[in-house]
């Protein structure tokens, strides 16, 4: 599966961005999705997934209450809505796709597919 990443920018703190990352193939469905960021100079961290139905979800501390991840498998997207943004979420994110059949855990190495980043910059 190949994934684009989209809907990053320039937001000010306590702003609101909506990341998209849409995937092709007919087999959206059957994968875990993930986001992740990178800040400059530090590790790719895990901010949320979400199962293969939608239905269960889990988030990083840091970004629980602020983020929500969603998908819409007849668009073969997922998306995650980020509100009330702070300086340290700069990051680029990247939406990454897991084939297993539940959300196993936050390492990267869960994750097959990777999106090629889309670049989050909150201004204080």
């Known amino acids: 599966v190949q994934l684009q990443a989209s809907g990053g920018g320039l937001v000010q703190a306590g702003g609101s961005l909506r990341l998209s990352c849409a995937a092709s193939?007919?087999?959206?469905?059957?994968?875990?999705m993930g986001w992740f960021r990178q800040a400059p100079g530090k590790e790719r961290e895990f901010v949320a997934a979400?199962?293969?139905?939608?239905?269960?979800?889990n988030y990083a501390d840091s970004v629980k209450g602020r983020f929500a991840i969603s998908r819409d498998n007849s668009m073969n997207t997922v998306y995650l809505q980020m509100n009330s943004l702070k300086p340290e979420d700069t990051a680029v994110y990247y939406c990454?796709?897991?084939?297993?059949?539940?959300?196993?855990?936050?390492?990267?190495?869960?994750?097959?597919?990777w999106g090629q980043g889309t670049l989050v910059t909150v201004s204080s």
């Open positions: 979400i199962s293969r139905s939608g239905i269960s979800t």
């Open positions: 990454a796709a897991d084939p297993s059949t539940y959300i196993r855990g936050v390492t990267t190495g869960l994750y097959v597919y």
């Open positions: 193939g007919r087999t959206f469905g059957s994968y875990v």
